[in-house]
């Protein structure tokens, strides 16, 4: 799949895909260099940490319930809340992560 010249995973039939982590938004629950496993066809539900199109970017974050729609919430206070009007950018669900070499440092969200 395509979007504005960045492609996502071709997985057929909605299969889930490994990214690792980059930078430290959502420290101290994902780390950089931590490997997150996405569910495309997830169920994106309050406080679900999530995987996100916006603003001609892909963005990991928390999904969030707010008063006036949804929030991709950074756990980091060093980044701001985005707003989201509808659930439309959310592009899959993040179902497990895992550090590289430490199998037993593995959890699962979902």
């Given at each position: 799949?395509?979007?504005?010249?960045?492609?996502?995973?071709?997985?057929?039939g909605g299969e889930s895909f490994?990214?690792?982590?980059?930078?430290?938004?959502?420290?101290?629950?994902?780390?950089?260099?931590?490997?997150?496993?996405?569910?495309?066809?997830?169920?994106?539900?309050?406080?679900?940490?999530?995987?996100?199109?916006?603003?001609e970017e892909w963005t990991f974050?928390?999904?969030?319930?707010a008063d006036t729609g949804w929030?991709?919430?950074?756990?980091?206070?060093?980044?701001?809340?985005?707003?989201?009007?509808?659930?439309?950018?959310?592009?899959?669900?993040?179902?497990?992560?895992?550090?590289?070499?430490?199998?037993?440092?593995?959890?699962?969200?979902?």
């Amino acid at each position: 799949m395509q979007t504005n010249d960045l492609a996502i995973p071709e997985c057929g039939g909605g299969e889930s895909f490994a990214l690792m982590v980059m930078g430290h938004s959502m420290a101290p629950e994902f780390l950089e260099g931590e490997i997150i496993i996405i569910e495309p066809e997830g169920l994106a539900k309050d406080g679900a940490y999530v995987l996100a199109w916006h603003n001609e970017e892909w963005t990991f974050r928390q999904l969030l319930r707010a008063d006036t729609g949804w929030v991709l919430h950074p756990l980091s206070p060093a980044f701001a809340d985005v707003p989201l009007t509808d659930l439309s950018a959310v592009r899959g669900v993040i179902i497990q992560k895992a550090l590289p070499g430490r199998r037993r440092a593995s959890k699962h969200y979902i």
